[in-house]
């Protein structure tokens, strides 16, 4: 009998500001763990701590999880106010990943700071702040809330044999694609017109939670087909 296909899961640190002082920690939520499972999927958490190339060995799929805010320095802005930045000790960590399995075809699921990763390590950029934008933008949630809206999915896209043209998601950013990577091709968008899913040979990001909603299955079975 053939073993499940393993799927790594990136985690968030913590430098001794948010879980207990002056001590590193790593977490991540275990519903994404859990989704993997369901599909049928062997889930393990890796860290900075293992190698890249000791990553890719390990695993047949990765997930880049959510996080904080990228330093707009990353995408040639300056930072602006009410940031919460991700561990630059992660962001340089997971570029190396996409790098890696860039050239060994890994699929690859970036989750809303992950797909914003993605995007902006390939040449995109970000709005730094979505009320900022257009005071019009549906609600995103962020900042810890969570909300619910419709996305539209393109006819193209990967995700419309597995979801349809419409979806309800879970939405928990501030932030959003601004410029898309070059290579990339929108796959969803929300009814304001910002951009909710990308896609680019084994690469698909999303930028909701589908570990949190009923979009979960149909996204987590991706990664077990190759290419994604």
């Not at 948010?18 to 890796?46: E, F, M, N, T, W």
């Not at 630059?88 to 690859?108: G, I, S, Y």
């Not at 797909?115 to 390590?121: E, F, K, P």
């Not at 934008?133 to 962020?142: K, S, T």
Request: with cysteine.
């Amino acid at each position: 009998m053939p073993s499940a296909p393993v799927i790594g899961i990136t985690v968030s640190l913590d430098h001794g500001k948010l879980i207990r002082q002056s001590h590193d920690y790593l977490y991540v939520k275990r519903a994404y763990a859990q989704a993997i499972k369901r599909v049928g999927g062997q889930p393990i958490l890796i860290s900075p701590d293992l190698a890249p190339s000791t990553v890719a060995a390990l695993c047949d799929a990765l997930v880049i999880s959510g996080g904080d805010d990228l330093a707009p320095e990353l995408y040639g802005e300056a930072t602006g106010v009410g940031l919460h930045l991700e561990s630059a000790e992660r962001v340089a960590w997971e570029r190396q990943l996409l790098d890696l399995f860039a050239e060994t075809a890994t699929p690859v699921l970036g989750v809303c700071y992950g797909m914003q990763l993605m995007n902006v390590h390939f040449g995109g950029s970000l709005h730094q702040d979505l009320a900022a934008r257009c005071a019009e933008a549906l609600d995103h949630g962020g900042f810890g809330r969570l909300t619910a809206h419709p996305i539209l999915i393109e006819e193209t896209s990967r995700l419309f044999p597995a979801l349809g043209g419409r979806a309800m998601v879970s939405s928990l950013h501030h932030q959003a694609i601004k410029n898309l990577a070059p290579g990339f091709r929108i796959a969803a968008s929300a009814e304001d017109g910002v951009i909710e899913a990308i896609e680019c040979q084994n690469f698909l990001g999303v930028e909701w939670h589908p570990e949190a909603d009923a979009t979960s299955d149909a996204i987590y079975s991706l990664l077990l087909q190759k290419p994604i």
